[in-house]
């Protein structure tokens, strides 16, 4: 079965620095994709990033980046430069690629607030 | 905005009750997702459909049930509702199988209180 985990409840961290959110994953496909998500407290489900399982480069969306560790099963987040806004929770997922279920399976989330 | 829209905001029924929850993708977006966000069992794959086709099910209780309309819009359907039914329940698109990503793009949620 596919699982997610993200062992860090919650955290907190000073406004302009950086905060790394740790994920991991378990599957035995080779082919599919990972994302975060933020939910603020409007509950909204917002993408904050999305990385292809077959792509070695990390992917980069402004002040949010990730290291991603194929090998390890991991998919770390970096916000840099956090802001008050970055308040929320935040979801590791992933999705199995073509062939294969589209369903998102979604970690426990991590709560992080910033803090001014 | 995602594009995903979803009524109504807010539900508060009874138990024993029937309710329908209304979706409706991203323009062009032939997938639809429903999740439920409880508490306890944090978030849910209840079930996809394609192009108006059942592609997939999760969790999804018997008590429940979807579909997907010739305009694309999805309705899921809550009956003999129970307290620990409520919850806020999403709805997402994509282009998935489309020879589009795969990323999900979620509505604003239905928060569903069963009194």
């Known amino acids: 079965a596919q699982t997610v985990t993200q062992s860090q409840p919650e955290m907190s961290v000073q406004e302009a620095e950086t905060v790394t959110l740790s994920c991991t994953y378990d599957t035995s496909e080779s082919n599919y994709y990972l994302f975060w998500y933020k939910q603020p407290p409007s509950r909204q489900m917002i993408l904050v990033i999305r990385?292809?399982?077959?792509?070695?480069q990390n992917a980069t969306e402004n002040r949010f980046s990730v290291n991603f560790q194929k090998a390890a099963k991991s998919f770390s987040l970096k916000i840099s430069d956090s802001q008050l806004g970055d308040t929320a929770m935040y979801f590791c997922a992933f999705i199995l690629g073509q062939g294969g279920s589209e369903k998102l399976v979604f970690g426990k989330g991590t709560k992080l607030t910033v803090n001014p | 905005d995602s594009g995903v829209t979803q009524t109504p905001k807010h539900l508060i029924t009874a138990t024993g009750q029937r309710v329908t929850l209304r979706c409706s993708p991203r323009?062009?977006?032939?997938?639809v997702y429903w999740y439920q966000q409880s508490l306890d069992q944090g978030l849910q794959f209840l079930i996809q459909y394609y192009n108006g086709e059942e592609r997939a099910k999760g969790n999804i209780l018997e008590r429940f049930s979807a579909q997907q309309f010739p305009d694309l819009h999805s309705e899921l359907n809550l009956s003999s509702l129970e307290l620990g039914d409520s919850a806020l329940y999403f709805c997402a698109s994509s282009a998935a199988g489309q020879g589009g990503s795969y990323e999900q793009y979620f509505g604003p949620g239905t928060r569903l209180t069963v009194t």
């Open positions: 323009s062009g977006d032939l997938s």
């Open positions: 990385q292809e399982a077959y792509k070695q």
